[in-house]
């Protein structure tokens, strides 16, 4: 059995772990992990974690904009990094504000809503993959001969 999360929600199904990709890297406080399922049922379970370390200062404009929750610095991952802008200082401020990791999930019948969740438009109107969901659709079309069709060949009007 597999659980992902969407928010606060825990979705849980039977089937098979299709393919996995990371944005991770050496020294990086944050970044995107994906992972593609299909349901015993034959549905694509597309998870996406968007995983921070990093923490703020009551003051940093972030808190309210993220809705951030205080947390006591002794509480602090050791992986944990202060933000670049507000400076948060965990010595001398024992109450700061961590982001938190963010769960979503997209479940589909067709590997067609499973692409396109996965493009970015940039700012000309243009779509694109970033570089983790072509591995990761790379990875799962080779397990997949319908998302393998939809990620290979696409129709254009």
């Given at each position: 059995m ?12 039977e ?8 944005s991770?890297?050496?020294?990086s ?9 299909k ?6 379970v597309l ?14 404009p ?13 509480d602090?991952?050791?992986?944990a990094?202060?933000?670049e802008?507000?400076?948060a200082?965990?010595?001398?401020d ?14 589909s019948?067709e ?9 970015k438009p940039d700012?000309f109107g243009a779509r694109?993959?970033?570089?983790v969901?072509?591995?990761l ?6 397990q ?11 129709w254009?009007?």
């Open positions: 597999y659980e992902v999360r969407n928010g606060n929600r825990v979705m849980r199904f089937g098979r772990h299709l393919a996995n990709s990371s991770k890297r050496p020294g406080p944050r970044w995107i992990e994906f992972d593609l399922y349901t015993e049922g034959g549905k694509y998870s996406r974690v968007g995983v921070s370390h990093v923490y703020h200062s009551s003051v940093c972030l808190v309210s904009r993220y809705g951030l929750h205080e947390a006591h610095s002794a602090l991952s050791p992986l990094v202060p933000c802008d507000c400076d200082d965990a010595v001398m024992p109450m700061i504000f961590p982001e938190t990791f963010r769960y979503w999930t997209l479940v019948d590997p067609e809503a499973i692409l396109e969740a996965l493009y700012g694109y993959l970033t570089r969901a072509e591995r659709l790379q990875a799962a079309a080779a997949d001969a319908d998302l393998d069709m939809v990620y290979r060949f696409e254009v009007d």
